[in-house]
C-alpha cells in the first residue's frame, strides 16, 4: 500500500520556522520526484518546492526561494521542507506528493500519483 504521511505542522510567529516531513511507502523512493504544495483556505493549491530523490535536483516556487529547503533522506525514504522567516501568508495545509517523471514540475498536479493527507501550517502575527 502505497502512503505518504506528512506531519510537523502548527503554529508559529512570523518570522519563526517550522520542519515539515514526508514519510513514504510502498514505492521505490528513489524513482519519484516529491513536491510540496499548499492550500490556503478559499484558494487553488500551489506547489512550493520539489526535490528529485535519485539525483537532489530541487525546484522552488518564488514566494519561498530563499526561506524554504527541501531536502530528502532516501535512506530513511523521507522528504523534508524546512521552513524559515515564515511569513502570514504561508498559513495553509501543506501537502506532500510522489510523481514518477521526475521532471520537477510544480503547477501540474495531475502529474502526482500518490498525495499524503496534509498538515497544517498557521503562522500569526
Known amino acids: 500500500e502505497v502512503q505518504l504521511q506528512a506531519s510537523g505542522g502548527g503554529l508559529v510567529q512570523a518570522g519563526g520556522s517550522l520542519r515539515l516531513s514526508c514519510a513514504a511507502s510502498?514505492?521505490?523512493?528513489?524513482?519519484?520526484?516529491i513536491g510540496w504544495f499548499r492550500q490556503a483556505p478559499g484558494k487553488k493549491r500551489e506547489g512550493v518546492a520539489y526535490?528529485?530523490?535519485?539525483?537532489?535536483?530541487?525546484v522552488y516556487a518564488d514566494s519561498v526561494k530563499g526561506r524554504f529547503t527541501i531536502s530528502s533522506d532516501n535512506a530513511k525514504n523521507t522528504v523534508y521542507l524546512q521552513m524559515n522567516r515564515l511569513k502570514i501568508e504561508d498559513t495553509a495545509v501543506y501537502y506532500c506528493?510522489?510523481?514518477?517523471?521526475?521532471?520537477?514540475?510544480?503547477?501540474?498536479?495531475?502529474?502526482?500519483?500518490?498525495w499524503g493527507q496534509g498538515t497544517q501550517v498557521t503562522v500569526s502575527s
Open positions: 506528493a510522489a510523481e514518477p517523471y521526475r521532471v520537477g514540475v510544480l503547477t501540474d498536479l495531475q502529474l502526482y500519483d500518490y
Open positions: 510502498g514505492f521505490t523512493f528513489r524513482d519519484y520526484g
Open positions: 526535490i528529485i530523490n535519485r539525483d537532489g535536483r530541487t
